[in-house]
């Protein structure tokens, strides 16, 4: 039950915010409305600095009476039925990865790869003496070997075939190496008497076209909000700044907010990590999600609350992760859509690629110097130039056994989010906007021990009428 006190107390603000006075009878005709606050924030949008009169309430009625809709289609969302997988064999394994590679493969004939030699046919032609030809091959990183003396990096791929070969690279073209990404080499196989060797003179990544068609303004205010990594029911969780939060949404700065993003680690969990129970302050699992949505309830139903799981929610850990189950989903409110991870969804027209983040952890360790969890960013667009949101298999982040590649990044996103890594950045890369959500929860002691510095309580509030992105800080 909502307090009537409580909701005139929220209309009063909101019209005063604009300098707007009401008098009594003014005030019981916007309250004896469907959604008074949403009445008072189209006045707000209308009117200001003056005293309103009732000829200026009925000026809205038609408005606050249209029902607010969303437009929300996924793309893609795995449902639990498309994740069913049996048991890990290497035959699945061996199938997913073919599906990898013939999804990549496809990217690069689409961006104009020509002649992709198969490996065998270019060891073939060396062995014939055509040593030095150049050519192009495609293969997945099965192993990388940087060779101490000679700055070199000494790799071994694999084509569709199950064809394998060495591949050197010399540092100044290729500074570090992913396992399990899809990639092109230009240079030559030379026949060597034990073993051929490709040497590669150009690597080539999958990546994403250089020009940005922009994306089509909608026909009413439409802001979007990104956040990420809530952690709620953790004893680090920022109350103050989640209150400072609710409270702005509630206010009329939040009017043209109509999505509300959330790219995953919704709750602490229970057990994610060795010592938890110690920084828990709800330990129950349906309890953390009870007491979030009770929040989300919060929340103005103009706002659509859009969220996937991550690896501290209550889900199956192998990515792609199937949506919280209705049980869960219930618990979190009416006003909430749970999608996969990852999830690609059409808001309003834009194409939107919502994924937690948990790979970034196997980048990380892979491109040390040159990658970090400072910079989200660079993390991201390292995914988007493999065309793949999980590349390495075997490492922290679990693979669904599936005979597909769920994970592959076919269709370019206009906006990308992530999480995971608990800082914020935002940067454009080509024409994909990439944007890395921040957390509410302050630094935990396993971070303090691995020396993670987050970023909290930070939202990226992206305007699709003017595509103008602001940051606001809750801290
Ligand atoms: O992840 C919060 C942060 O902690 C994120 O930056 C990744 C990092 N993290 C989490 N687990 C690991 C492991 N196992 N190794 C290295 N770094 C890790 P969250 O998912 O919120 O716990
Ligand atoms: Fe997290
Ligand atoms: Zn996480």
Known sequence: MVDPAEVRREVLDILWEQGLIVGVAELEKILAMQEPARVAMLLSKKFRERILTLEDIESVVKEASAPA???VEPIINFSPLDLKCGKPSPDVYASLFSDRYRRIKKIFIQANLKQIMPIKTAKKIARRGGEGT???????????VRAKASNAIMLEIEDDSGERTKVIVQ???GKYFIRDAVLAFRGRMVAREKEDCFYASEVILPDIPVEWKGL????EPCALLFISDIHFGSRTFLYEAWEAFISWLKSSAARDVRYLIVAGDLVDGIGVYPGQEEELEIDDIYEQYRELGKWFSCIPEHIKIIVIPGNHDAVRQAEPQPPLAQELKELLGKNVLCY???A???IQGVKILIYHGRSF???VEQAPGYLSYSKPTYLMRELIRLRHLAPTYGGKTPIAPLPYDGLVIEDVPDIFVAGHVHTFDVERYRGTLLINASTWQSQTEFQKQINIVPNPAKVYYFDLSNQEGKVLSFI
């Open 69 to 71: 809709s969303w437009s």
């Open 134 to 144: 150049e050519c192009t091959i495609v293969g997945i990183v099965n192993d990388v």
């Open 171 to 173: 540092e100044k073209i």
């Open 216 to 219: 089509k303004p909608p026909n």
């Open 340 to 342: 996969s991870n990852p």
């Open 344 to 346: 690609y969804l059409n």
């Open 361 to 363: 952890d196997d980048l």
